[in-house]
């Protein structure tokens, strides 16, 4: 719980309708993670450094087979969390090579009759064999993601003017950045029909502002086209002056990165931001040697290995560019079809003013007049998607991406992630726009494994 967000500490004590305890197990755990320099490390330091360890601290609970119990306390913003501390100098169990901690932790919680609270299944499951209470944490679970839709589709009579759209009940109670598909509607003396012409639009300050694609494609003439209506919406959406914060998910080929990077690069051109920031969480599930400080070389060699969808984005651009034209080939010369950013791709880097920044050094910083894409945020807690966006400053704009059915946290999961977290407060709060990618541009091989069960 603590790994995943110490707010949780808050949440479970319930202004003391909750006895909060730990072993000195955990707190060795808890003691190997705390140099690790992602978002897990961050929490484990915030843990530890917000304990108060008073001298005079006393616990009412009786001490068993020789255990040393101590109160301590956990200070976060204005709470005063007692949690009472067991050690256990020795415990009656076998070593074994595996799971030995998980076990030690079960022979605490079982001995003084506790109700073990884990988002580690693997735990879990091994405590229920035991006939052990065990729980897991559903704080921010979201049920059926896959329902969660901001489309809203209206008839409209062709001679009915928007502002007596605008005024009906059912456009009313949309919330802003609602996505909007009009079907045009015409009558003759006797029917009425569809006309077959469709028009598409947001709701924007209690408004309907009919979007016209091909106009928005035509005057910012991006690299890269956007193939269907979803990615349309979705370059348009992103372009709006007035839409600061986006979520967008959807699963791998839905373009998800590729249209945020050419929405960034149009904001670019046409001078409503200074440059771009990518992010991407480098979290992976119970891979150790995956986190970045493993990998070898230096700080930009060790984020390459994570910025994958970038690179490829961008060399799906470079492409494009020189198709289109001698000279692209000219400029975006050398070999980019490689995760490695060569000469093509760090020379679009430089020339597009697209910088690469790592989560974790993201404490204390202000990013300001940039367009800001935070990748795979699935694999984010809500602590780290609100450490970045008070990060944001003036004149920035910032929209999230990722799948939230492909999850590689392991405390997060596709009912609980930043991503739902995000789709979540977008059906309610009118600061944040969203959207769901649900068509994919794969191959057939990848449409068909990306549904196999």
Not at 250 to 264: D, E, F, M, N, R
Not at 309 to 315: D, E, V
Not at 325 to 335: C, P, Q, T, V, W
Not at 417 to 435: H, P, R, Y
Request: hydrophobic share 40%.
């Amino acid at each position: 719980m603590i790994l995943d967000d110490i707010q949780n500490i808050v949440y479970l004590y319930q202004n003391g309708a909750n006895t909060l305890f730990l072993s000195d197990t955990i707190i060795d755990e808890l003691d190997k993670k705390k140099d690790l320099m992602n978002e897990m490390g961050y929490f484990v330091r915030e843990f530890f450094r917000n304990l108060q360890t008073p001298e005079d601290s006393k616990s009412t609970i009786a001490p068993l087979k020789n255990d040393y119990i101590r109160e301590i306390y956990f200070s976060y913003d204005t709470h005063l969390i007692p949690i009472t501390l067991i050690y256990r100098p020795h415990y009656d169990i076998p070593h074994q090579e595996h799971s030995f901690n998980d076990t030690k932790i079960i022979a605490i919680a079982k001995d003084y009759n506790l109700i073990l609270l884990t988002n580690d299944i693997s735990l879990k499951i091994r405590a229920l064999t035991q006939n052990l209470h065990a729980q897991s944490l559903f704080r921010d679970r979201v049920e059926n993601p896959q329902d969660i839709d901001f489309w809203h589709t209206f008839e409209i009579h062709k001679d009915e003017s928007l502002s007596t759209f605008e005024s009906s009940k059912e456009f009313q109670v949309l919330k802003n950045w609602s996505l909007l598909e009009l079907i045009e509607l015409d009558n003759t003396d006797s029917a009425l029909y569809r006309t077959g012409k469709k028009h598409f639009g947001l709701k924007v300050d209690g408004k309907c502002e009919i979007t016209d694609f091909d106009e928005i494609i035509t005057e910012h003439k991006p690299y890269i086209i956007p193939t269907n209506l979803e990615q349309k919406m979705l370059y348009a959406m992103l372009l709006h002056p007035k839409n600061l914060i986006s979520i967008v998910t959807g699963a791998t080929g839905s373009g998800k990165t590729l249209i945020a990077l050419q929405a960034g690069l149009s904001l670019l051109k046409s001078g409503s931001v200074e440059g771009i920031v990518y992010l991407r969480n480098t979290v992976t599930a119970s891979d150790k040697e995956a986190e970045l400080g493993f990998r070898k070389g230096d700080e930009s060699q060790k984020l390459g290995y994570f910025m994958y969808p970038l690179y490829s984005a961008i060399n799906c651009m470079i492409d494009k560019l020189q198709q289109g034209s001698l000279a692209k080939r000219i400029e975006y010369r050398g070999e980019v079809k490689t995760i490695e950013k060569m000469e093509a791709t760090e020379y679009f880097l430089q020339k597009h003013k697209i910088e690469v920044l790592d989560i974790a050094h993201a404490r204390g910083i202000t990013i300001a007049n940039k367009f800001v894409i935070f990748d795979e945020v699935q694999n984010a807690s809500n602590a780290t998607i609100k450490l970045i966006g008070t990060r944001i400053g003036d004149g920035s704009k910032i929209v999230f991406l990722g799948d939230w059915a492909q999850i590689d946290h392991p405390y997060l999961s596709k009912f609980r992630n930043g991503a739902l977290s995000l789709l979540q407060k977008a059906t309610s709060d009118t600061m944040i726009a969203a959207i769901q990618l649900r068509q994919t541009i794969r191959s057939d091989i990848a449409k068909w494994f990306g549904s196999f069960e």
